[in-house]
């Protein structure tokens, strides 16, 4: 019999082509957006020096920041921008491909900002597509198992249809979020934050010249305030030839920079608040199941405890509370949601997996380790939690399309709860939409309502989804009826 | 055997109680044997009789509500265990005692590979790991005549047949290298020509490396062709030990009898096999009496009384002990009577029982 490699190098060593051209192709491909990556990882440095006492390094940082926005990007606002002008002839100056070489003339705001979202929906569904495609490589030429557990549980969720269409939409959400900067027709700093101290160029109609406006000047020129008033809904351009692909907000804002900018904050707080909780909810689910006793049942009590504490008081005094203080300066609140979400939220999650717990620490497998000298540790996480991690991203897929809409419900709210303006958040815009609901701007508050539905039912569908999928019973239940339904014909 | 060599594991005393809400269960009470190196000591007895949890005790695997007296001994190379910390039980566990379990169905992780968990127990004692705990996990595999065992350590536990399964624990157990293996009940999930092979295989290892096992079962069966010596236990207590020849060939106490006379393969050419009637009661309460009374053809007035102690009660040979009335044999009742009141624990010890029946 000849020696079969035995670790993965070696394996792919023996046969290296098929991961040499799947990184090719992946290398790629990031390449395409490693300028926005690195990019955003700069802002993110600087964000947090910032917050430091000391200003050391800011400089350095900042000219980091200049270098990175030299490296090129194929789906940035500078290789196809949408704004612009038009000429007094009819073309368009400053759009896309009015900015290339050798092209005199670009298309109109509109084309160029839906190719710019074409182009970054499909290269996030190309990334995702890639790496499911180099997981099928590994299994077919490196796995050293033929099966394992996963594959059944993965083939299951492709039957979930429900299942895949919350995927679908969540997938949708997560793109628009980390793609939000480059989305939207125009940038939150530009268009909501600091609009005077931009200025843009526009036709202006009456005399027929190119005049500068500043963007705070236009945006009050391009409210929509309901009947009686202006309004400018979805798919139009305002009077200074700015696209909206969902209209404007009773401020004159881009809505549709405001959601993808809000979507961006949503996930923050969903995913930040999720993974804490999560880790909370897995560590302690761990210990009670594994010591017992004492120890369990004093984390009861505690869980307990935090669960009877009345989530929205709490929220309305810890907002009282950080008011003003740098823990609440962050994302306009958003950060400290965030965490006392995910510091308040881990009892439920932990309840939830504490059964599943308790049941994997009486398996024999759990003793058997126990019985040759396993650690603890090593017995919780390798032998307990992978048992576990399959409830948790059920429960965890529900409670994160929870926290999203929690979120909006306090930013609708205002007043201090929630996330603050200027920093743009789903619920935010219905509460301006709030007084336009039956008139002519009826848009402002329908488009984000419909998208939190849609987003928390995607979140709902998908975590279903994973439940049948790690459910090894959910389809031989199935088998069974067919199996007894073929008996009596 | 000589004396003052401590013996590979001496159990004394050792009593184990489960604190439920409803009540205590003294699921083991006075609990004593000891097992030499090298060879292979059973302990018998019907379901719910305490070998498990005298397995688990050794182990130190007791969970609360579960707590090991005080009083109790446990001692493994002349090292008490009883009153040890988690830490320092681990060092014990694996290499020096290590244990395979009842179900080979669920003693195995179902979401890992054979092979990730024989390696996992040879990185803890051993240290190895990569390539070097892989031919040591196959050499491991080879050991338990498992065939083809470089393909076998990527295949997932569901792959494996029962008997195979069974040696793969086997595996792990042995890539602890322990010097104590218990078996709790290896091969009662296995159909009977797998269990000749498994037990087969035990002794084969047991040559080879010198491995002492303690080995429980309800089988009578299983247990004449394994063990070397033989406790059988009831209701928590053990009520007769014996080398096994001498524990086939001549039963001292009514239990064993009666179990005994349950074998259908003893008793060829009876019209019935007996049974005993009844069955084991939950030892709720600190025995003050004969367990085994209630059930037992031989009972007299006294057993209701009095709480028998281990006694001689020779038959063929040496170290034939019985926890009965009936012995020593040589005694006259009232004598007899007189002789387990003295030994029994004093009174007020004890906590109040109510009368079993």
Redesign the interface.
């Known amino acids: 019999m000849h020696e079969e490699p035995t670790t993965i190098t070696e394996r792919i060593a023996a046969n290296p082509r098929p991961a040499l051209v799947w990184l090719a192709v992946f290398l790629a491909l990031f390449a395409l957006e490693a300028g926005a990556l690195i990019q955003g990882v700069i802002v993110l440095v600087e964000r947090i020096i910032v917050l430091l006492p000391t200003e050391a390094g800011l400089s350095a940082v900042t000219g980091a920041k200049q270098a990175a926005a030299e490296i090129p990007t194929l789906i940035s606002r500078e290789v196809i921008p949408n704004y612009g002008y038009r000429t007094p002839d009819g073309a368009w100056v400053n759009t896309f491909p009015e900015n290339l070489p050798y092209v005199d003339s670009g298309l109109e705001p509109k084309w160029a900002w839906l190719i710019r979202n074409v182009l970054a929906f499909g290269y996030a569904a190309a990334l995702l597509g890639w790496i499911l495609h180099g997981y099928n490589v590994f299994r077919r030429e490196y796995r050293e198992a033929d099966w394992t557990p996963r594959d059944d549980a993965l083939g299951r969720f492709r039957r979930h249809t429900w299942g895949k269409a919350g995927f679908v939409v969540v997938f949708l959400f997560i793109t628009m979020a980390v793609f939000a900067p480059t989305l939207g027709p125009t940038t939150v700093d530009r268009n909501i934050v600091q609009p005077y101290s931009y200025e843009l160029t526009y036709l202006n109609e009456e005399t027929g010249e190119l005049d500068t406006v500043t963007v705070g000047t236009a945006n009050t020129e391009s409210r929509s305030a309901g009947a009686g008033d202006q309004n400018f809904g979805p798919w139009s351009y305002d009077n200074y030839d700015r696209f909206h692909p969902f209209g404007t907000l009773p401020q004159g804002t881009d809505l549709y920079t405001f959601m993808a900018s809000g979507a961006r904050v949503s996930l923050f707080i969903g995913l930040l608040s999720i993974a804490i909780s999560g880790t909370l909810a897995a560590t302690f689910a761990m210990i009670s199941a594994y010591y017992k006793g004492l120890v369990d049942l004093a984390l009861v009590v505690t869980g307990d405890s935090i669960m009877s504490i009345p989530q929205l008081l709490l929220l309305i005094l810890l907002s009282a509370v950080f008011a003003g203080h740098w823990l609440g300066e962050i994302y306009s609140g958003g950060l400290l949601l965030a965490l006392i979400f995910g510091f308040s939220t881990w009892p439920f999650l932990w309840r939830a997996v504490r059964g599943p717990a308790l049941q994997v620490s009486t398996e024999e497998w759990v003793d058997a380790a126990r019985s040759y000298g396993q650690t603890p540790r090593k017995t919780m996480t390798k032998h307990m939690l992978p048992y576990v991690i399959g409830y948790l991203m059920v429960y965890a897929s529900l409670f994160i399309g929870g926290i999203i809409i929690t979120t909006s419900a306090l930013s609708f709210l205002g007043g201090g709860l929630g996330v603050n303006s200027p920093t743009p958040e789903w619920g935010r815009a219905i509460a301006a939409g709030q007084d336009y609901v039956a008139t002519q701007s009826w848009h402002v508050a329908l488009i984000p309502g419909v998208l939190i539905v849609l987003v928390v039912t995607g979140f709902n569908a998908f975590g279903d989804g994973i439940r049948d999928a790690i459910d090894p019973e959910s389809e031989a239940g199935e088998g069974e009826t067919e199996i007894v339904g073929g008996g009596a014909g | 055997m000589p004396d003052d060599d401590p013996p590979l594991l001496a159990v004394e005393d050792l009593h184990t109680t489960f604190y439920t809400d409803k009540e205590d269960i003294h699921a083991v009470q006075n609990v004593s044997f000891d097992i030499e190196a090298g060879e292979t000591v059973g302990i018998v007895g019907e379901s719910g009789s305490g070998k498990s949890v005298t397995a688990r005790s050794i182990?130190g695997?007791i969970?609360?509500?579960g707590r090991i007296q005080p009083g109790s001994s446990i001692r493994f190379k002349g090292e008490e265990l009883t009153g040890k910390s988690?830490k320092e039980y681990?060092?014990?566990?694996?290499?020096g005692i290590?244990?395979i379990?009842?179900?080979p169905l669920?003693?195995?992780?179902?979401?890992?590979?054979v092979g990730n968990q024989i390696k996992?127990?040879l990185r803890?004692?051993q240290g190895l790991r990569?390539?070097e705990a892989?031919e040591a996990g196959i050499e491991v595999l080879e050991a338990v005549s498992i065939p083809d065992p470089?393909r076998r350590m990527?295949?997932?536990p569901h792959q494996f047949s029962g008997g195979m399964r069974q040696r793969a624990?086997i595996a792990?157990?042995l890539a602890?290298d322990p010097d104590l293996l218990i078996c709790d009940e290896p091969t009662t999930a296995l159909d009977v020509t797998i269990q000749a092979q498994i037990l087969e295989l035990l002794e084969e290892i047991q040559e080879e490396r010198g491995l002492s096992i303690m080995f429980i079962t309800h089988d009578m069966g299983v247990m004449a062709q394994i063990a070397d010596r033989v406790n059988v236990m009831y209701a928590g207590e053990i009520v007769e030990k014996a080398a096994v020849e001498d524990l086939y060939n001549s039963p001292r106490h009514p239990y064993t009898q009666g179990l005994l006379e349950s074998i259908p393969g003893r008793n060829v050419g009876k019209e019935r096999l007996s049974t005993i009637e009844g069955d084991v009661p939950t030892p709720n309460a600190v025995a003050t009496s004969c367990q085994f009374a209630p059930r037992c053809p031989e009972a007299f007035e006294a057993c209701d009384r009095i709480h028998p102690s281990m006694v001689e009660a020779e038959g063929y040979g040496r170290d034939h002990t019985a926890a009965c009335l009936l012995y020593p044999e040589d005694l006259s009742e009232a004598d007899r009577i007189d002789h387990h009141r003295e030994r029994e624990t004093p009174v007020e010890e004890r906590e109040p029982t109510e009368d079993p029946r």
């Not at chain 2, 669920?106 to 590979?113: A, E, F, G, H, R």
């Open positions: 182990m695997l969970e609360s509500p988690e681990r060092k014990i566990r694996g290499s290590a244990m379990f009842q179900d669920t003693s195995l992780n179902p979401v890992y590979t996992e127990a803890l004692h990569g390539k892989t470089r990527r295949e997932y624990i792990m157990a602890c």
